[in-house]
T-cell receptor, first 115, second 112 residues
């Protein structure tokens, strides 16, 4: 079974609008962490945001926020006021395991921001 | 710039050969992770080291091995290379083994 599911292979958004990238996860651990990474065409992986399973509030980092719904096992990334530079692949990832040693990535969503 | 460095940036080699990829973690980070990113398999976790010791193993082939040295830099050794080993190899580091990881720029390996 897939540990991380990203159902949107590709997404388009108009510049300055908000967009939500979906992520659902599967784990039986009580303690885990959820991450989003951005990979532009240049190839580097850029850490965006982190949500711990015990965090009661949704994580926010500037224009990025994580919509964490624990009961649904979803951790959607919301990007507000999209910019052309946001065009990239976005990966949802989960850390689980007793020491957080299991790190699993989803297949990614390619976001294209239109001018 | 994440602070994680990887060398070389690009590597082209022939099938059957052996290569070594090098990674220097961010200052102060004790954990190093290796990942393989290919078009068909996506991003796959290979192996993790923490302060010189192997901590976790993912989908790492027996032809591949890694180590972390006392100065905390790490090397990933790939031997008996096959065409299917062509991929982008990322190293990442974290302060402990439970925090977010910061990725290096990657080494693009092409096996011909």
């Amino acid at each position: 079974a897939q540990k991380i599911t990203q159902t949107q292979p590709g997404m388009f958004v108009q510049e300055k609008e908000a967009v939500t990238l979906d992520c659902t996860y599967d784990t039986s651990d009580q303690s885990y962490g959820l991450f989003w990474y951005k990979q532009p065409s240049s190839g580097e992986m850029i850490f965006l945001i982190y949500q711990g399973s015990y965090d009661e509030q949704n994580a926010t980092e500037g224009r990025y926020s994580l919509n964490f719904q624990k009961a649904r096992k979803s951790a959607n990334l919301v990007i507000s006021a999209s910019q052309l530079g946001d065009s990239a692949m976005y990966f949802c990832a989960m850390r689980e395991g007793r020491f957080g040693q299991n790190f699993v990535f989803g297949p990614g969503t390619r976001l294209s921001v239109l001018p | 710039d994440s602070g994680v460095t990887q060398t070389p940036k690009h590597l082209i080699t022939a099938t059957g050969q052996r290569v070594t990829l090098r990674c220097s973690p961010r200052s102060g980070d004790l954990s190093v992770y290796w990942y393989q990113q290919s078009l068909d398999q996506g991003l796959q976790f290979l192996i993790q080291y923490y302060n010189g010791e192997e901590r976790a193993k993912g989908n790492i082939l027996e032809r591949f091995s890694a180590q972390q040295f006392p100065d905390l830099h790490s090397e990933l050794n790939l031997s008996s290379l096959e065409l299917g080993d062509s991929a982008l190899y990322f190293c990442a580091s974290s302060e402990g083994h439970s925090l977010e990881q910061y990725f290096g720029p990657g080494t693009r390996l092409t096996v011909t």
